[in-house]
């Protein structure tokens, strides 16, 4: 059975929608276009160069495009994949233990289930998205007291939560940071140099069998919480640390 038309639309601010494909399809929330600062020139110096990939800071500009207001739940996933995979199980808990190969399998999955276009953030929608027009070290400002209204970030945690808890962004978004770690389309690449300026994946001359992570996990430590981390890893490796949200095109 396919699904044409949503089933559900929510306004959530005068520019900012929300929609759902089909009754356990994530929900998603439709962004502005605009443009953004993306990486960092703040690199802690106790760190050395372990950061010199948030660099240099470059302008994107992004066309508007609806993305998952969560992290794609237990529930979603199991509905079009079956089995679940997940190390802390729970309907309304981000599904983890996911490699970059088999979220790409749902988002195709998806898309033929519904007739839409599902993917895989880029590496620049994703920021744009969690950085929701700030330009701080965190997408709620710079003072890292707040991180307990926005995420689960703490390595007391010991697992994930389930999503929507928190508080979300200027955009409506839920757990851009915390909880799991988010695949994302893009290649690794060392540093921003040549990267696109128009928010698409950047695929050409980095090494395709590492793909990036963003957003930080339940147990990483604080400085991964920043907006601009990047993490690559292997597209095959799972853990309980990783899951994903996804994009959807017009």
Known sequence: MKFFIAVSLIIISNN?????DCDNCPEMVVVPAGEFMMGSEVVPIA???VFENEKPPHKVRIKSFAIGKHEVTQMQWRWVMGKNPSNFKGNNLP??????I???KY???LSEIT??????PTEAEWEYAARAGSTSIYPWGDNELEMLEYSWFSPKLNKTRPVGL??????????????VEEWVLDCAHNNYIGAPSDGSAWIRNGDCSIRMLRGGYWDDPTLNARTATRNPQNKIAKSPFIGFRIVRDF
């Open 102 to 104: 088999d979220a790409q």
């Open 16 to 20: 900012i929608w929300a929609f759902k």
């Open 166 to 179: 928190k508080s979300p962004n200027v955009f409506g978004l839920y757990d851009m940071i915390g909880n």
């Open 95 to 100: 599904v983890e233990m996911i490699s970059w």
């Open 107 to 109: 988002v195709k999955k």
């Open 115 to 120: 007739g839409k276009k599902y993917r895989l």
């Open 47 to 49: 760190y050395g160069d």
